[in-house]
């Protein structure tokens, strides 16, 4: 199963995700649930970095899978945090989408920092 743990601060920020397993709805190669969870989480983080104009800090692991953190830092301010949390909360929703369909293999949680 995939876990998608969300954090947000005080402010109902999301800070930081970390997406970690394996979906297992099919075959290495033709697991549609795994596809969409790389593909829509990938593109956050390649977003966060040509729109919102930051570099987040980032952890794959590039070899197994079944990893990946992403961390908003704490200077990121103003327009930048404001395009941030469009990409995070879109990419939650999305996530939470999936699960509409495919709830036996991804699983999403928000939790307060």
């Known amino acids: 199963m995939i876990n998608a743990d969300f954090i947000v601060n005080a402010d109902s920020q999301i800070i930081s995700f970390q997406i970690t397993g394996h979906a297992d709805s099919g075959p290495y190669g ?53 395009t941030a949390q469009i990409l995070l909360q879109n990419l939650q929703l999305t996530l939470e989408d999936i699960t509409q369909q495919y709830g036996q293999y991804i699983q999403v949680q928000t939790k307060r920092k």
Request: charged content about 10%; glycine content about 10%.
């Open 30 to 82: 033709s697991d549609i649930v795994c596809a969409a969870v790389s593909a829509v989480s990938i593109g956050t983080i390649n977003s966060l970095q040509k729109l919102a104009g930051f570099e987040p800090e980032v952890e794959a692991d590039n070899l197994n899978g079944g990893l990946l953190t992403c961390q908003v830092p704490a200077t990121v301010t103003g327009q930048a945090l404001a």
